[in-house]
Structures are given as structure tokens and as C-alpha cells.
Nanobody
Framework: QVQLVESGGGLVQPGGSLRLSCTVS????????MGWYRRAPGKEKELVAL???????DYADSVKDRFTISRGDAKNTVYLQMNILKPEDTAVYYC??????????????WGQGTQVTVAS
């Protein structure tokens, strides 16, 4: 079983910053892709930032130039640095990882979600 645990969410004022962290654990052979998604109230889940197997990144247009996804030196971690936060960034943020387990089966696992609220 592959598990993802997120941390770093909370309440922040507009213009502030937060850093989300995600740690992946379990019987893992390799992690290929890692990403962050979010679901705002009344909306469907959307991609926020993706770091693919080639090391390239993709961002939602709404967060470009404000958010940065990065992978830790320990390859089982991924971060989302969020700057100049706006009220419309308020959402539950989910970490995602795709890879291969020790039994050489593929996995696509999600974290439990962490709440980010941007308000004065």
C-alpha cells in the first residue's frame, strides 16, 4: 500500500505565502510523476502543478508565476510553494504520486487533502 501524507495547509491572508509538503511511503520501487491538485467549493478537482518523469513542470494558468512545484532531495517528497495567495486559491489541496511498487505493479495514489483558506 502506498500512502501520501500532506502538511502545511492553513489560514493565510491575501498576499501571503504557504508551503505544502507531501511525503510518500510504502512498498515503492520508484516514483515517476508527482503533482498537486485542488478542489474549490462547488467546483471539480483541477490540476495545480505537475512534475513529470522527465523533470518538466506544468501549471494551471491561474497559478503560473505564483506557485512552484519541486521535488525534495529525498525523492519521496514533493513541495508546493505558494506565493501571493488570493482568496480564489481557497480549496482543498491534494497530493498525487504515480509510480511502480516493489511488486512491479503500477500505483496512482492520493493524499487525504489539506485545507488552504485565503482570507483577511
Amino acid at each position: 500500500q502506498v500512502q501520501l501524507v500532506e502538511s502545511g495547509g492553513g489560514l493565510v491572508q491575501p498576499g501571503g505565502s504557504l508551503r505544502l509538503s507531501c511525503t510518500v511511503s510504502g512498498s515503492i520501487f520508484s516514483i515517476n510523476d508527482m503533482g498537486w491538485y485542488r478542489r474549490a467549493p462547488g467546483k471539480e478537482k483541477e490540476l495545480v502543478a505537475l512534475l513529470n518523469t522527465h523533470g518538466t513542470t506544468d501549471y494551471a494558468d491561474s497559478v503560473k508565476d505564483r506557485f512552484t512545484i519541486s521535488r525534495g532531495d529525498a525523492k519521496n517528497t514533493v513541495y508546493l510553494q505558494m506565493n501571493i495567495l488570493k482568496p480564489e486559491d481557497t480549496a482543498v489541496y491534494y497530493c498525487n504520486a504515480v509510480g511502480t511498487s516493489d511488486s512491479f505493479t503500477s500505483f496512482n495514489s492520493w493524499g487525504q487533502g489539506t485545507q488552504v483558506t485565503v482570507a483577511s
